[in-house]
């Protein structure tokens, strides 16, 4: 029901948005998803709740929820893990390179977050767009459709509005 929910809503913003975009002069928004992977030591399992507590290379701890628990059974306490992480969301491209553009109403209450970011760079081939977050780090997203980000260039502004729901798999690291 939320998938569904979600699919209506980033439908009804996509099907606006040109028209939005095209008075601005700015490519509309698009639909993307990134994905996170890492390594870990596994700090406490919770079949009940599919849920892993784990221990990054860094020292970080993260609790995940998983998705898709097929593999729950073969993970335990200080075993080694392979942590995928994959999150939707929708682009949408605030301002051009040149400063211009105008704002973008704020994702409505079923997103996680928002986030602003500044384009680093883009892989037109692929739809890949390297966005630099306030913070300063550098992040990696990637549109469901290349066609889709053409139009993106470095130095654009654009706001992330990450979809609530994150699809998580841990499997045993080999």
Same mark, same amino acid.
């Given at each position: 029901?939320?998938?569904?929910?979600?699919?209506?809503?980033?439908?009804?913003?996509? !099907?606006?948005?040109?028209?939005?975009?095209?008075?601005?002069?700015?490519?509309?928004?698009?639909?993307? /998803?990134?994905?996170? #992977? @890492?390594?870990?030591?596994?700090?406490?399992?919770? =079949?009940?709740?599919? *849920?892993?507590?784990?221990?990054?290379?860094?020292?970080?701890? $993260?609790?995940?929820?998983?998705?898709?628990?097929? %593999?729950? @059974?073969?993970?335990?306490?200080?075993?080694?893990?392979?942590? &995928? +992480? +994959? &999150? /939707? $969301?929708?682009?949408?491209?605030?301002?051009?390179?040149?400063?211009?553009? /105008?704002?973008? #109403?704020? $994702?409505? $209450?079923?997103?996680?977050?928002?986030? %602003?970011?500044?384009?680093?760079?883009?892989?037109?081939? /692929?739809?890949?767009?390297?966005?630099?977050?306030?913070?300063?780090?550098?992040?990696?997203?990637? *549109? &469901?459709?290349?066609? &889709?980000?053409? %139009?993106?260039? =470095?130095? +654009?502004?654009?706001?992330?509005?990450?979809? =609530?729901?994150? %699809?998580? !798999?841990?499997?045993?690291? #080999?």
């Amino acid at each position: 029901m939320k998938a569904k929910a979600l699919g209506l809503f980033a439908g009804a913003l996509i !099907a606006a948005a040109p028209l939005v975009s095209a008075a601005a002069g700015l490519p509309a928004p698009f639909e993307a /998803s990134t994905t996170l #992977q @890492a390594d870990g030591v596994v700090k406490a399992v919770d =079949p009940a709740n599919h *849920s892993v507590t784990v221990l990054d290379a860094q020292g970080g701890v $993260a609790s995940f929820t998983i998705t898709d628990p097929h %593999n729950l @059974a073969q993970i335990h306490q200080g075993g080694k893990v392979h942590v &995928r +992480m +994959m &999150r /939707s $969301a929708i682009i949408s491209v605030t301002r051009g390179a040149d400063g211009q553009g /105008s704002p973008v #109403q704020a $994702a409505p $209450a079923n997103t996680v977050q928002n986030v %602003n970011a500044v384009v680093e760079a883009v892989d037109h081939a /692929s739809g890949v767009i390297a966005l630099k977050g306030p913070d300063g780090s550098v992040f990696h997203i990637q *549109s &469901r459709d290349p066609v &889709r980000v053409v %139009n993106v260039v =470095p130095g +654009m502004q654009v706001m992330v509005a990450f979809a =609530p729901q994150v %699809n998580v !798999a841990v499997a045993p690291a #080999q």
